[in-house]
């Protein structure tokens, strides 16, 4: 069922109060219209109990003025299965995007406003956002994602901008501005947050208005429109409740209207050229004013209608969606309006800081055709216990601002895959292992594995995990007694560890005993250390004998049984150097404090082992186990260093 809220006006006029007294003999006669005024008059006749002449002379005695705006707006919700492409009416959904992380980006960043930032609507510069031009935060007209990632060599900072400049960026009016080459460029910033809703709508003037390219023209005046307040009785699921909303008469709102448009503290953006020339303006004032008088023979409700609760047409004008710097408060940052004349309604906000949760709120500015009335005249005939009445009723157009949902979006960069892990050892070491972490290429959907206590539960729906360019940073947890679970590394990370340089990766040390089983799982944290999913289980142990040690690797599930196969050679063979030969070891090539390699290839090596292998030649025999012939392989490994012209000058 569709979500919706019924709106109601608290005061209630005395017939309707006692509907049941007089329901059953009520008459109404037929209407009669005039159209200078915009009136309709019809006359009510009803009898009643003659115990209740008293109340009767009191009710018609004191009627006054009533307003009538019952009405229902429907509102969108957030479909369930988050597919908002099959044509579902009223949905809405709001989420962070995450696309990359560029470092040099966020260090220009991080002490800058958010509306100092790009905006996406300003960034691509076309015909129609030119003028805008001195709004851009960002140096370049042509921007994609080699941009962002090398910014810090493009511009020192963001662009310097007068605080008029910036202040216009806090409301955005988008009208039918729609350029398909900067979204076909959203891939290109690193994240933003992505606002989309529909909302069904009742076309009394939005369609003729469009028409008549007079909808931006009709924001801009609304904006600066006077207000008062109105109250109403609004139901909401179930939830009742008498809210106090800003209101605007339209009939009154019709005269002052703005014939210029004003755009001195906000930016303004619309595929066709907005005509600001207040002559055309004052004439499609009057069109918009006649067209109302138009629609008011149809709008205007009966005095019988409103007492059989028929409901009044309301009409989305434009939508607010304001922007919050956290999950509360009620001042925005920033504001976007969006006349209501399409189907589907949709926002990219780039003005953002990963990690950050923002709100947003939309909001309706609607207009309730509803009708105001009065008795103009009545007579009671107390002999026969009758009442005979005259009900007048007039456009009473009421331009009303209402919420129609609010939720937050917080853009978090994609966890990391699970590390590639490797470890290794020296011939003669006594308690020392060593461990090559790296971060892996490629994405995977997951179910996330709970590890500690701070983790979030896990779920049963699928994660996206995803390699980005960053500095490796990995967790390690180490156990000396088998697991039965993931659970079993809760508090026992052993540490946090990164390279002392930029790197994906890192090698360390760790000291254990001895022909003792140890159970190792490693996690990659992205940038907002939001951690990867577990490697396997690796159970290390470092076998000793008197002058020697190995260590033995395998991958440890507390899931199955092991199964121990044995495999014989048959058609391939690899032969390639040892992981210990292959490694590039920092920490021997003294690289830390190195800001160039040029001419300084030669005298790097890769490797930590005693002895090398580069350079050096082996003899290699395979012999058939059926006709026990021998094939010998003579082999050099060499290492190449391929130099640059660079190198060579």
Known sequence: MAKKKIIRNELIDPLRSNYELIKDSIEFSDLKYNFDTLKYSQKVKFSFPSTSLNLIYSMLGSFGQFEYHNCDLSLPTKPDNQVIEKGIHQFYEIKGIFNYISDSYERMIEDEGEIKLPNFYLEFVNENNKKYAS???????????????????????????????????????????????????????????????????????MEYLDYINFLEPLVNSSLRRETFPMNFSINTSGVVEALTLPATDIMSFLEQINSTFDESDLIALKDTKLNKS???????????????????????????????????????????????????????IQTYFLPANKGIYQIIDTQIKKDINYSYRVKTVSIIYGTKYNLSEYQIDAEHSNALCTLTSSPSYKMVEMELLRQSAVVNPTPQLSPSAMFFNKSNSKNEIGVYLDLRIGTEYLKPIKVNNTDPSDSEDNKKYEYSVQQGVFEVFRIDKKPTSYEDFTNQKLMDIQNSINSTSVSFKDYILPNTKYYYIFRSLNTS?????????????????????????????????????NRTFKRLIQIKPAFQQSVFDDTKNNIANVNTFKNELSALSLGFANQGLWGRKFKIRVKSTDSGKIIDFNIKFKLSKKKTKEDLE
Not at 148 to 169: D, K, V, W
Not at 193 to 199: C, D, P, R, Y
């Open 278 to 332: 207040p002559m055309v303006n004052n004439f499609k004032k009057d069109l918009f004013r006649k067209l109302i008088r138009e629609k008011s023979y149809d709008l205007v409700k009966s005095y019988e209608s409103i007492f059989d609760g028929e409901k009044c047409k309301i009409e989305n004008v434009f939508f607010k969606v304001e922007k919050f710097l956290g999950t509360t408060g009620d001042i925005p």
């Open 529 to 565: 250390l939001d951690p990867s999913n577990p490697t396997v289980i690796y159970q290390v142990e470092l076998l000793k004998d008197s002058d020697d040690s190995k260590i033995s690797v395998e991958t440890y599930d507390f899931n199955k049984e092991k199964n121990y196969l």
């Open 135 to 205: 709004s851009k935060a960002l140096m370049a007209r042509k921007i994609n994602k080699n941009f962002f990632e090398n910014i810090g060599r493009m511009q020192t900072a963001l662009a310097t901008r007068p605080l008029a400049e910036t202040s216009r960026l806090k409301k955005i009016i988008i009208g039918d501005y729609h350029d398909s080459r900067d979204y076909a460029s959203l891939k290109d910033f690193p994240y933003y947050n992505k606002i989309i809703f529909n909302e069904i709508n009742d076309d009394v003037i």
